[in-house]
């Protein structure tokens, strides 16, 4: 039997990152992780900050570092406004570790007041979801 | 002949001068506004999904409370974003947009409207003048990231939300033609409400939401209003590269001009020279023969 497949596109407000068939989608939603397949009933979800996983056809597996965004489901067509998206193999994996160090000694500082916690709270999980997806890329 | 073959010489050589800075200009504008132009239709897909998805949300968001759907209680007043580029040589790109806002702001409380300008020129303008500029930009570049929008966006849905202005506008100027731009003048704030028109489709989708339309709604509209912001800056930097396009073009025609019509006196001025010492020559010759 064949797949059942849907179309999936990743749009950013620059460009269309994406675009492709794909049997499934593993996205970051806002509450949690959801995986969607084929023929999946009209949604809406928010993104969270997070690791997108696509299937495609042909059994290749793409990853992609989102932040924030939305996650359309509509006639069996995923449509991904992200706020910015990644490829694995466009994420410099040394700089991403980098940066994923800094924000984690910024945080683990408790006697510095004078960062905002919230957003350097928000930055190692956007330099978590990078170094994840570029470490991930590299494996596969 | 009153002009010296020297003294036209000379400004036939800076003529030409000023006819190759302006036609690199031009040059240079045409590359820019291929790039503008490029970033617009590359930002098109993102728009239409967006204006889409906030289509397919707000019907079920109800009479959801939203802060950029409606002003601010108690809220009066104007604010005006101008968009102006920051760089002269480009026509009457910036004069016309800066006289379409004027008349706009002289009409709708002069001083007492708030400004918001974005682009050198414009705030330049505005302030000196003593009208109410409570912040300023510089116009985004051809090659400026995306992030850069944010502060300005920000910026904008600022003023409304704190209550200091009960509408935004916003000046821009639409590209119409790389040889034509047309300044504009429009409502940003409060959003008029999308897709709200009699609700009709409303049970061709059951759509999930996650979280629920109201509060997804929310996360929405920010978005959408940056990429809006977007939209109008990058529009404006298209009309300003065409407007410079299209100047430079005319200043290069006219520098050809006026090269040939100097040349035409230079000629001129040269022969009447060769004129002068012939009969000089020949009536010397005559007088020594007639002796």
Request: some cysteine; hydrophobic content about 40%; aromatic content about 6%.
């Amino acid at each position: 039997m064949a797949e059942a497949v849907f179309h999936i596109e990743v749009v950013t407000p620059e460009k269309v990152v994406y675009s492709s068939e794909a049997t499934s989608v593993v996205a970051p939603g806002n509450l949690g992780s959801f995986g969607v397949l084929a023929h999946h009933l009209p949604m809406v979800v928010q993104l969270g900050v997070g690791k997108l996983e696509i299937r495609e056809t042909g059994g290749r597996e793409v990853l992609m570092a989102l932040q924030g965004g939305f996650f359309e489901v509509s006639e069996n067509r995923v449509i991904v406004l992200a706020d910015t998206a990644e490829r694995a193999d466009e994420i410099d994996v040394e700089r991403a570790k980098r940066a994923l160090e800094r924000a984690q000694n910024a945080l683990s500082d408790l006697d510095n007041h004078s960062i905002d916690r919230e957003r350097a709270r928000a930055a190692l999980a956007r330099a978590e979801a990078r170094y994840q997806v570029a470490s991930d890329g590299r494996n596969h | 002949m009153a002009v010296s073959l020297r003294d036209v010489r000379r400004k036939i050589r800076s003529v030409k001068n000023i006819q190759k800075i302006t036609s690199a200009m031009k040059m240079v504008a045409a590359a820019r506004l291929r790039k503008v132009q490029e970033r617009v239709t590359a930002g098109k897909p993102y728009a239409q999904k967006m204006l889409e998805l906030v289509e397919a949300v707000s019907p079920f968001a109800g009479e959801a409370e939203n802060e950029l759907l409606a002003s601010p209680e108690g809220a009066s007043g104007l604010c005006v974003a101008v968009i102006t580029g920051e760089k002269g040589l480009c026509g009457s790109y910036n004069n016309n947009l800066i006289r379409k806002a004027q008349t706009y702001i002289d009409v709708n409380g002069g001083r007492a409207v708030k400004l918001i300008t974005i682009g050198k020129k414009g705030t330049l303008y505005f302030s000196k003048r003593g009208y109410n500029v409570v912040n300023s930009f510089p116009q985004i570049g051809v090659n400026s990231p995306f992030g850069e929008v944010q502060a300005i966006a920000d910026s904008l849905t600022g003023v409304f939300t704190d209550g200091k202005a009960a509408e935004v506008h916003v000046a821009y100027t639409e590209f119409v033609t790389t040889m034509r731009q047309t300044p504009k003048l429009v409502k940003f704030l409060p959003i008029e409400p999308p897709g709200s028109d009699e609700d009709a489709d409303q049970d061709d989708k059951k759509y999930i939401f996650e979280p629920e339309a109201a509060e997804l709604l929310r996360a929405l509209l920010p978005k959408f209003v940056r990429n809006q912001v977007y939209k109008f800056l990058l529009e404006s930097l298209a009309s300003e590269q065409g407007a410079r396009m299209t100047a430079m073009s005319n200043a290069t025609s006219s520098a050809g001009d006026l090269i040939d019509e100097l040349s035409l006196s230079a000629n001129k001025a040269r022969q009447w020279n060769i004129t002068k010492e012939l009969l000089e020559v020949v009536s010397g010759a005559e007088a020594l023969a007639s002796k």
